[in-house]
Nanobody, 126 residues
Framework: QVPLVESGGGLVQSGDSLRLSCASQ??????MAWFRQAPGKERDFVSA????????YYADSVEGRFTISRDNGKNTVYLQMNDLKPEDTAVYFC?????????????????????WGQGTQVTVSS
């Protein structure tokens, strides 16, 4: 098990910013990702970062507004979300895997990740 604990969600207004954090209990070499799930919808890819932090991917809907980063000394991954929109409202989940092949096609797939956090709610009002 790789416990993942998300934090930083909340209720904000359109145009505001939030920073989500995902703390891991392991220092192993895991690729990390953020997904989100709105009510009644599937869980969608948001962003992913390689273990070294040298490679990142973003969904088109968040490119230029969101930034993923990690601090391996703290075993923590961050998602800085700027210029939030009502359509960003969802539960945000952190995911990890140490065997994933880090390509755009694969990091977007929910099934590629072994470990998941419980999620943190982000609500953006218009």
């Amino acid at each position: 098990q790789v416990p993942l604990v998300e934090s930083g969600g909340g209720l904000v207004q359109s145009g505001d910013s939030l920073r989500l954090s995902c703390a891991s209990q392991t220092s192993s070499m895991y690729a990390m990702a953020w997904f989100r799930q709105a009510p009644g919808k599937e869980r969608d890819f948001v962003s992913a970062i390689s273990w070294s932090g040298g490679s990142t991917y973003y969904a088109d809907s968040v490119e230029g507004r969101f930034t993923i980063s990690r601090d391996n000394g703290k075993n923590t991954v961050y998602l800085q979300m700027n210029d939030l929109k009502p359509e960003d409202t969802a539960v945000y989940f952190c995911a990890a895997d140490n065997e994933i092949i880090f390509t755009k096609e694969l990091v977007e797939k929910v099934d590629e990740y072994q470990y998941w956090g419980q999620g943190t709610q982000v609500t953006v009002s218009s």
